[in-house]
C-alpha cells in the first residue's frame, strides 16, 4: 500500500529531490518486504542528477544488500563508492559500521577518522570510533577523548552515554557506568543498552536484576547478537 501511494509520486513526473528521496524510500520498502532483487533493479532504473543523488543510491542499494544478508557484497558496494566520493560523510559512515560488522578494524578506523577529518562537528563519527575501542578494550585514553567530544556535541544523545558509560565499565569505574546506563535507560528503553546494565551489574554480584534486564531484552529482540554474545561470555542461562 505504501509503495503504491509512493509511486503516485513518480507519476506526477515531480523529479526534484522529493521526488528523488521517495524513490529512494520505494527502493527500501521493497527491501523490507524481501523484494531485494526487485529493490536493486528498482534502483538502477533511477538517473541522479547530481553527485550527491548519485552517492545515495549507492549508499541504498548497499543497504538493501545488507537487508538481504550479503554484507560483504555491500562493503564492496561502499568502497567501489567511496572510490568516487571519498569525502562524502554518509557513504563513510556506513562503510566504516559494515567494515566493523565484518570485523575489519583497520578499515573501519581509517574511514571514521576521514569522517571526523571531513565532518568534525559529527558526534556520531566520534561515537563511533570511541566506542569500538571500548569495546575491544583498546586506547581507552583515546577511547575516552573521542567520547568526550561527542558528548559535547551532543550531550542528552543515550547513545552516546551509552558508549561513555562503557567506557567507565572497561576502566572498572562499575558504579559511574551503572549510573550513567541508569540515565541512559531513562531516556531510551533499548535492549543494548538494558544488556549493557545487565553485564554491569552482574560485575557487582547483582543477578538477579541482571537477569531481569536480560529477559527484558530477549523480549524485545530474542535474535540480538550482543544478547547473545553476552549471555555466551558470561555464561548465563535464561528460564
Not at 96 to 108: S, Y
Not at 188 to 209: F, G, S, T, Y
Request: hydrophobic share 45%.
Amino acid at each position: 500500500v505504501a509503495d503504491t501511494w509512493l509511486a503516485k509520486v513518480e507519476n506526477e513526473g515531480n523529479k526534484n529531490s522529493t521526488w528523488f528521496n521517495v524513490q529512494m524510500r520505494r527502493a527500501l520498502l521493497m527491501a523490507s518486504d524481501q523484494r531485494f532483487g526487485e529493490a536493486r533493479q528498482f534502483l538502477q532504473t533511477i538517473k541522479p542528477s547530481s553527485e550527491n543523488e548519485e552517492a545515495s543510491v549507492l549508499q541504498t542499494e548497499a543497504q538493501v544488500m545488507k537487508a538481504a544478508g550479503q554484507q560483504v557484497e555491500a562493503f564492496v558496494v561502499l568502497e567501489a563508492a567511496l572510490g568516487n566520493f571519498p569525502r562524502h560523510p554518509d557513504l563513510l559512515y556506513d562503510y566504516a559500521m559494515l567494515a566493523e560488522n565484518l570485523k575489519r578494524f583497520d578499515e573501519m578506523e581509517a574511514a571514521l577518522k576521514q569522517l571526523i577529518a571531513v565532518a568534525p562537528s559529527n558526534a556520531f563519527a566520534y561515537n563511533a570510533l570511541g566506542y569500538s575501542y571500548a569495546d575491544r578494550n583498546q586506547q581507552l585514553d583515546v577511547a575516552e577523548m573521542l567520547l568526550k567530544r561527542a558528548l559535547e556535541l551532543a550531550p542528552e544523545d543515550p547513545y552516546i552515554l551509552d558508549s561513555f558509560a562503557w567506557l567507565k565499565y572497561r576502566q572498572g569505574d562499575l558504579s559511574q557506568a551503572e549510573d550513567l546506563l541508569r540515565r541512559c535507560l531513562s531516556m531510551r528503553r533499548d535492549p543494548e543498552i538494558e544488556i549493557h546494565l545487565a553485564e554491569v551489574l552482574w560485575a557487582q554480584n547483582k543477578q538477579k536484576e541482571a537477569q531481569s534486564l536480560l529477559l527484558t531484552a530477549r523480549q524485545k529482540d530474542p535474535a540480538n547478537e550482543l544478547l547473545q554474545s553476552t549471555m555466551k561470555r558470561l555464561g548465563i542461562s535464561l528460564p
